[in-house]
């Protein structure tokens, strides 16, 4: 996603999702450190990640 949004609604709308879904993940991403909150106008948080890049890695387990 190229575009910052400006607002937890700005951010559901651009990935297609219903705010009251995307609300309690985004507190959960915050509460974890994954991403932080500015403050914006008329109370609205702006999100942003506090990393530059996130890598998952996977490997399989021997124990099947």
Known sequence: M???PQSIRELARLINKDVATVQPKVKTLN???FIGFKEGNKNSKIPYLNF???EIGLRPTTNI
Request: glycine share 12%; charged share 80%.
């Open 2 to 4: 190229k575009k910052k």
């Open 52 to 54: 530059d890049k996130i």
């Open 31 to 33: 509460e974890k450190g």
